[in-house]
């Protein structure tokens, strides 16, 4: 996938073209990157187009029209983190693609998962809901003292003291720009043989992912955020390793799975078998296309830039009376979290809002652990992308500068 202005073997960030590419930077500041990124117009246009295809010619006729590229999602997404396309599945969402892989584990009561204290809302939720039924135990490995994510060393003797039947540990979590040490934790897992789950939601198309090196048995993501790919989509990696081993979801179709006999069904040998029969085309060539974009633009470009704008803004945000910025570890994602003396949550956004500044809230629901430790009920998440320019940054800035200081005034009288 090709656009004029991004051109695949091209390393250099030409911002004026890749904002030309993208619609929304003429219209907000768009800091909920997190949340959504925009999308490029080829990724805009591989949709539009396809859906004129289904309106023109029938939605079955366009699909095996479209065969070739739809087979591209799964090369495309191959190539962003480092393995074949067969290892590679289509889901609705991160969620969907995360709660099909643990639904492929046949828990049984006593068996552990071993995770961290900043594994995402949902994957917490979900690990209870596993607890709830079939009695397994989950152990949360515990946090350096400083703020800079899992203890290995712990997580480590963890593993060797329970031999968790899963360990689970989310990449960049939803609530700080916290990363966590994911290829060193693979490393011990593999040493023991564990089965090994990332969720990787935050960090592909920010980062350049490899699962061979993080030595991951699954992995999961959605591709609305940092892959700038449109809502409804998210891919699950599954390795050889879990393929060969059997491990199959608990409901499977007719797509993951031939009905052989007439009381016998055999699981495909592909990441297929996670997969159902209907898919949102138009939302997977899109999906396809943003990979292709990411690939294009240079996912190491990418890393080296977005994490920077997150770490200039975050810099400017400490520096305003009455703002805590809340991100531990040496280097923090374009995940900026912060908290601000004087606001309600809503009220502060809606600010943000009004100033076309694009942003998210966070709550203690979404992160029972980390924002008990800071002590925090409630904090506002920006989060840039490489399009996104320094003088976006200091203008955001200076809005929160300002509404700090009416907040400040505000709380005095
Ligand atoms: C770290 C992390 N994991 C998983 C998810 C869930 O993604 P989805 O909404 O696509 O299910 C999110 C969403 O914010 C996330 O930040």
Not at 14 to 32: I, M, Q, S, W, Y
Not at 375 to 388: F, G, I, K
Not at 403 to 413: D, M, N, R, V
Request: proline fraction near 5%; charged fraction near 20%.
């Amino acid at each position: 996938m090709e656009s004029a202005s991004v051109r695949a073997g091209e390393s250099l960030l030409d911002l004026a073209a890749l904002r030309a590419d993208t619609p929304g930077c003429e219209k907000v500041v768009h800091f909920n990157n997190a949340g959504c990124g925009l999308l490029a117009r080829p990724v805009l246009q591989a949709m539009l187009d396809h859906l004129h295809l289904e309106a023109t010619i029938g939605g079955y006729e366009a699909s095996a029209a479209m065969a070739e590229q739809v087979r591209d999602f799964y090369a495309a997404i191959a190539d962003l983190i480092g393995c074949r396309p067969e290892n590679i599945a289509f889901a609705g969402s991160a969620t969907h693609a995360y709660t099909k892989a643990l639904s492929a584990i046949p828990f049984v009561a006593d068996d552990v998962i071993l995770t961290t204290r900043n594994d995402f809302i949902s994957n917490q939720i979900a690990f209870m809901a596993l607890r709830r039924r079939f009695g397994v135990t989950v152990v949360h490995a515990p946090d350096h003292a400083d703020g800079s994510g899992v203890d290995v060393e712990a997580m480590a003797a963890l593993m060797r003291q329970h031999r968790p039947r899963l360990v689970a540990v989310t990449h960049v979590p939803t609530n700080s720009g916290l990363v966590q040490p994911i290829a060193e934790i693979g490393r011990h897992c593999r040493e023991l043989g564990l089965l090994y789950l990332v969720d990787a939601c935050q960090s592909v198309g920010q980062y350049p992912i490899d699962v061979e090196e993080i030595g991951c048995d699954v992995l999961t993501a959605t591709c609305r955020k940092f892959l700038r790919g449109p809502r409804g989509s998210g891919f699950l990696y599954v390795s050889d390793r879990v393929l060969r081993e059997g491990y199959e979801p608990l409901f499977i179709d007719m797509y993951g799975a031939r009905w052989v006999e007439a009381d016998r069904y055999q699981p495909v040998d592909t990441a297929a078998r996670f997969e159902e029969w209907e898919f949102p085309y138009s939302t997977l060539l899109g999906c396809a296309a943003a990979a292709r974009y990411a690939l294009a633009v240079g996912l190491e470009p990418i890393s080296l830039r977005t994490p920077t704008l997150g770490a200039r803004l975050r810099e400017r945000l400490a520096a305003i009376p009455g703002v805590r910025t809340l991100d531990g570890g040496p280097s923090p994602a374009a995940l900026v979290t912060f908290e601000i003396k004087g606001w309600r949550p809503q009220p502060f956004k809606q600010a943000m809002d009004a100033r076309g500044i694009n942003s998210a809230l966070s709550f203690r629901e979404f992160a029972q652990y980390d924002f008990v430790d800071k002590d925090v009920e409630w904090a506002l998440r920006l989060s840039p992308h490489y399009y996104n320019t320094e003088e976006e940054v200091d203008t955001v800035a200076a809005a929160v500068a300002e509404l700090a200081h009416s907040g400040f005034s505000t709380a005095l009288t």
